[in-house]
């Protein structure tokens, strides 16, 4: 069974916003849900993530979150590589995300590399997922 990935609308928010915090990763969203993609398996959403364009040139990867039985199936990196898609599309230079420490791995390997935030490119540094004192 392949995987298919959708894109979210309002009446998604409330499983958006369960992944979210079951991962670990937040409280969730919060405004308009855009711009959020998900996976399911039958009629439950088991992973989604966002993107946030930033200065018409770097895509952010959002909120990668997989619910945990579903972890180690492909749902995590289908999505990964859907939103890299989608940035390219709309004209992203650069991919960034910033992510938990024990996620690390599964961007690793789709070739994301991890730095110091004083070391990030200037068009990525000033995404306010950057600046924040953490």
Known sequence: MGIHVSRADTRHRASINRLIREARIGSGIRGPVRDFWFVRRGNRMVACGGIDMHKNTVAVLTSLAVEKPFRGRGFGGALILHRAKVGRDRGAKTLALCTPFWNINI????????????ELPNDVRTFWQFTARQ
């Open 107 to 118: 961007f690793r390997r789709f070739g994301f590399e991890t730095c110091k935030r004083a």
